[in-house]
Nanobody, 123 residues
């Protein structure tokens, strides 16, 4: 599975961004898709994940109510709509996927990773 993320950029606090991640290859392996982020000097942390049907979604407490994850299975694409961005959201955002169908929040439990896209939020 190859994952290609896009949509990052430089925005001001309070602005919105939408990240996209397109999967190709063995897309049947992308039962769960999600996003992690990594800020300088920090460990990679879970942001959000969604199951195949889109019915089950999970969010980190830090982004609940501000970020929304969704997916379009016809396009093999997962999205992360980020609203009310804060400077502490600044990080490289990584798209990820796993074959097993239940959502988990540890990075080591995901098999496939995209290249990352930078999100910078200025105050």
């Amino acid at each position: 599975v190859q994952l290609q993320a896009s949509g990052g950029g430089l925005v001001q606090a309070g602005d919105s961004l939408r990240l996209s991640c397109a999967a190709s290859g063995r897309t049947f392996s992308t039962n769960v898709m999600g996003w992690f982020r990594q800020a300088p000097g920090k460990e990679r942390e879970f942001v959000a994940a969604i199951n195949k049907s889109g019915v089950i979604r999970s969010y980190a407490d830090a982004v609940k109510g501000r970020f929304t994850i969704s997916r379009d299975n016809a396009k093999n694409t997962v999205y992360l709509q980020m609203n009310s961005l804060k400077p502490e959201d600044t990080a490289v955002y990584y798209c990820t996927a796993r074959y097993l169908p239940y959502i988990v929040t540890l990075a080591n439990d995901y098999s496939y990773w995209g290249q990352g896209t930078q999100v910078t939020v200025s105050s």
